[in-house]
Nanobody, 119 residues
Framework: QVQLVESGGGLVQAGGSLRLSCVAS????????MGWYRQAPGNQGELVAT??????TTYADSVKGRFTISRVNKNTVSLQMNSLKPEDTAVYYC??????????????RGQGTQVTVSS
C-alpha cells in the first residue's frame, strides 16, 4: 500500500506565501516524477509542477516565476508558493509516478490539502 501525506495548506492573503510538503511511503520500489496537481470547484484540474528523480522540473504557465518545486529526498517533495493570487485557491494534491515490484503507476494522488487565497 502506498501513502502520500500532504501538509502545509491553509488560508493566506493575496501576495502571501505557503509551503506544501508531501511524504511518500509504502510499497514503492522506484519513485519517478513527483509533483502537485490542483483542483478548484468548477475548474478543470491542473498539474501545477513536477520534478523528476533527476531534478528536472516543469511548471504550468500559470505559476511560473511564483512557485518552486523541490525534492528534499527520494520520497519527499515540497512546493514553495509565493505571490499567491485568489485564483490559486484550490485543493492541492501530491501527484506521484512510481513503480512497485511488478507494475508502474502514474498520477497516484494523495488526499489533498486546501489552499485558500483571500483578496
Amino acid at each position: 500500500q502506498v501513502q502520500l501525506v500532504e501538509s502545509g495548506g491553509g488560508l493566506v492573503q493575496a501576495g502571501g506565501s505557503l509551503r506544501l510538503s508531501c511524504v511518500a511511503s509504502g510499497s514503492m520500489v522506484v519513485i519517478n516524477d513527483m509533483g502537485w496537481y490542483r483542483q478548484a470547484p468548477g475548474n478543470q484540474g491542473e498539474l501545477v509542477a513536477t520534478i523528476s528523480s533527476g531534478g528536472a522540473t516543469t511548471y504550468a504557465d500559470s505559476v511560473k516565476g511564483r512557485f518552486t518545486i523541490s525534492r528534499v529526498n527520494k520520497n519527499t517533495v515540497s512546493l514553495q508558493m509565493n505571490s499567491l493570487k485568489p485564483e490559486d485557491t484550490a485543493v492541492y494534491y501530491c501527484n506521484v509516478d512510481y513503480c512497485g515490484a511488478t507494475v508502474c503507476f502514474e498520477d497516484y494522488r494523495g488526499q489533498g490539502t486546501q489552499v485558500t487565497v483571500s483578496s
